[in-house]
């Protein structure tokens, strides 16, 4: 499996940013996919989440509103539009993907991934 991240780079404070994940070598049927980052110095946290089935949705406090998760499972595809960028959003993103269901609320954690992609930088300037 392989999970190949893309879509980062330098963008202004209030500009947008689409990242791509694009899963290769398996569908992940009742799973999810899901979106952390990890700014300098920090450890990584959660950013959304969102079901291969139905869509449902799951988003962090500091993104909600700002930030889109979707979907396109004929392309097996997860992505995250990220509008009204700020400074506080610099970070190396990453996706993770798992083929279990779990409980929207569990999908915050990264020990409920399988599988990980490298990871694509987003930084906003000031």
């Known amino acids: 499996v392989q999970l190949q991240a893309s879509g980062g780079g330098l963008v202004q404070a209030g500009g947008s940013l689409r990242l791509s994940c694009a899963a290769s070598g398996r569908t992940f049927g009742s799973g999810s996919m899901g979106w952390f980052r990890q700014a300098p110095g920090k450890e990584r946290e959660f950013v959304a989440a969102?079901?291969?089935?139905?869509?449902?949705?799951y988003y962090a406090d500091s993104v909600k509103g700002r930030f889109a998760i979707s979907r396109d499972n004929a392309k097996n595809t997860v992505y995250l539009q990220m509008n009204s960028l700020k400074p506080e959003d610099t970070a190396v993103y990453y996706c993770a993907a798992v083929s279990r269901r779990f409980a929207l609320s569990a999908l915050n954690s990264m020990a409920s991934y399988d599988y990980w992609g490298q990871g694509t930088l987003v930084t906003v300037s000031s």
């Open positions: 969102i079901r291969w089935s139905g869509g449902s949705t």
